[in-house]
């Protein structure tokens, strides 16, 4: 079955970088029809999608954050990461991983991780 | 990029209510539309995709269906498991967007 897990500091600094890494088991990142992304819900409001990469690295980002987001992707670890800079506080959510297969919505979610901006 | 608005942001009602909630898209979506629901501290999971096609395992109280550019989830007999927040989710095309939320509370 399977699962994704995200991994990752849960504070971080304003202005410094958050990271954070998916691990996928149970199944290959590899796979053709699978992208894999990150969703973020800030506490208690709704769901916004970050980005999104295929295994061969073709990358899809939502506007506003695109300056901000690096996504990539590790095959031999079967794992993808997110790299958010010059994070504020407006930036503190719970950051979720997940995998849609292609011409469908999210069919698994990672449990989610919060991740809180403060000095 | 498209936008989903979902009504209403809540609503109250009843174990046994049939219970409908809506999504407009800003632009024409096909079948591209999902609904998923979340409960507190959990990630959302999916229910409901190309409009009205159940995933596996969802019971068949939950129904969408489309008119042009909108949307409805129903919940034909709402049963106490079923009060949450739920989203719908356009993946016609990037970015892809999410509505508000509808949270479902007992009345």
């Known amino acids: 079955q399977l699962q994704l897990q995200e991994s990752g500091p849960r504070l971080v600094k304003p202005s410094e970088t958050l990271s954070l890494t998916c691990t996928v088991s149970?199944?290959?990142?590899?796979?053709?029809?699978?992208?894999w992304g990150w969703i973020r819900q800030p506490p208690g409001k709704g769901l916004e999608w970050i980005a999104s990469?295929?295994?061969?690295?073709?990358?899809y980002d939502n506007p506003p954050l695109k300056s901000r987001v690096t996504i990539s992707v590790d095959t031999s670890k079967n794992q993808f990461s997110l790299k958010l800079n010059s994070v504020t506080a407006a930036d503190t959510a719970v950051y979720y991983c997940a995998r849609r297969e292609a011409g469908r919505p999210i069919d698994h979610w990672g449990q989610g991780t919060l991740v809180t901006v403060s000095s | 990029d498209i936008q989903m608005t979902q009504s209403p942001s809540s609503l109250s009602a009843s174990v046994g209510d049939r219970v409908t909630m809506t999504c407009r898209a800003s632009q024409g979506i096909s079948n591209y539309l999902a609904w998923f629901q979340q409960k507190p501290g959990k990630p959302p999971k999916s229910l409901i995709y190309a409009v009205s096609t159940l995933q596996s395992g969802v019971p068949s109280k939950f129904s969408g269906s489309r008119s042009g550019t909108d949307f409805t989830l129903t919940i034909s007999s709402l049963q106490p498991e079923d009060f949450a927040t739920y989203y719908c989710q356009q993946y016609s095309s990037y970015p892809i967007t999410f509505g508000g939320g509808t949270k479902v509370e007992m009345k």
């Open positions: 990469i295929h295994y061969s690295g073709t990358t």
């Open positions: 149970g199944g290959s990142i590899s796979s053709r029809s699978y992208f």
